[in-house]
C-alpha cells in the first residue's frame, strides 16, 4: 500500500527549500529532492513511527528501539575495511498498516569495488541495492528497492517524479549508522511502502 498523499505533504513541511530543490551529497553524489527531503525528516518519521506503533500496542516496538540502541561511529571512523564482509541483517518496520512487525534476520553484503561501498540485502522477498556515501552529517545509503525475481534500478537512473504504482522498485534512501565493525543499522525514514519508518539492523 502506498502512502503518497501523507508523505509528500509531511516532506514538503519538513524539507527546507535547498532539498526541495534538489541536492547533491558531501562527496557529489546527487540525491533526489524526495530523497533529501525524506532524509530532513528523519527525526519527524521516527517520532510519528514510535507513536502510532505505541497506540497499536504492537509487540516488536521494543525489538526496533533496542535496534537503536550505541552511538554510531564518526564517519570519518568508518571505512570500507571496517564494514566489508557479510551480516545478519533484521527488518523492523514502524508505523503506517505495518504498527511494528520484525522479520526474521536475512544476509546483507557489504562490498568495496574501485572507491565505491556496496550494499545489498541477499535474502527475503523485499530486497534493496545500493551504496554507501559520506555526507555532512554522516553516511547515507541510496539505492533501490525490488522483489525477489526482478532486477533493481540504479539509483542513478530513478527519474526526480516516480510512479509508484504497479511496481516495487522504488528509491530507497537511509541514514547509515555503524556502531563497531559488528553492529550497525541503516534508518529508511518514510518508505513508499506500508510504514512509516524502517529499520534495518545489522549485526554479525
Known amino acids: 500500500m502506498t502512502r503518497l498523499p501523507i508523505l509528500a505533504l509531511a516532506l514538503a513541511l519538513a524539507a527546507p527549500v535547498a532539498a526541495q530543490e534538489g541536492a547533491t551529497l558531501a562527496d557529489g553524489t546527487a540525491i533526489r529532492a524526495e530523497d533529501a527531503a525524506r532524509l530532513e525528516g528523519i527525526e519527524?518519521?521516527?517520532?510519528?513511527?514510535?507513536?502510532?506503533?505505541?497506540?497499536?500496542?504492537?509487540?516488536?516496538?521494543?525489538?526496533?528501539?533496542?535496534?537503536?540502541?550505541?552511538?554510531?561511529?564518526?564517519?570519518?571512523?568508518?571505512?570500507?575495511?571496517?564494514?566489508?564482509?557479510?551480516?545478519?541483517?533484521?527488518?523492523?518496520?514502524?508505523?503506517?498498516?505495518?504498527?511494528?512487525?520484525?522479520?526474521?534476520?536475512?544476509?546483507?553484503?557489504?562490498?568495496?569495488?574501485?572507491?565505491?561501498?556496496?550494499?545489498?540485502?541477499?535474502?527475503?522477498?523485499?530486497?534493496?541495492?545500493?551504496?554507501?556515501?559520506?555526507?555532512?552529517?554522516?553516511?547515507?545509503?541510496?539505492?533501490s528497492s525490488f522483489v525477489h525475481g526482478e532486477a533493481p534500478l540504479p539509483y542513478a537512473d530513478f527519474a526526480e517524479t516516480v510512479d509508484t504504482s504497479g511496481t516495487e522498485t522504488l528509491p530507497d534512501v537511509g541514514r547509515v549508522e555503524i556502531v563497531s565493525d559488528e553492529r550497525g543499522r541503516i534508518i529508511f525514514p518514510f518508505p513508499y511502502r506500508e510504514s512509516t519508518i524502517n529499520i534495518l539492523t545489522l549485526t554479525r
Not at 502510532?52 to 525489538?63: I, M, P, V
Open 44 to 143: 519527524t518519521a521516527l517520532g510519528r513511527a514510535v507513536l502510532e506503533s505505541a497506540r497499536a500496542e504492537a509487540g516488536d516496538l521494543g525489538r526496533a528501539l533496542a535496534g537503536l540502541r550505541g552511538d554510531p561511529l564518526p564517519a570519518e571512523e568508518v571505512d570500507a575495511a571496517l564494514i566489508e564482509g557479510e551480516w545478519r541483517c533484521q527488518m523492523t518496520k514502524l508505523g503506517g498498516i505495518a504498527g511494528a512487525i520484525s522479520y526474521d534476520p536475512f544476509r546483507c553484503v557489504v562490498t568495496a569495488e574501485g572507491g565505491t561501498i556496496g550494499f545489498e540485502k541477499l535474502t527475503g522477498s523485499q530486497r534493496t541495492r545500493g551504496t554507501i556515501h559520506r555526507d555532512a552529517d554522516g553516511l547515507v545509503y541510496l539505492g
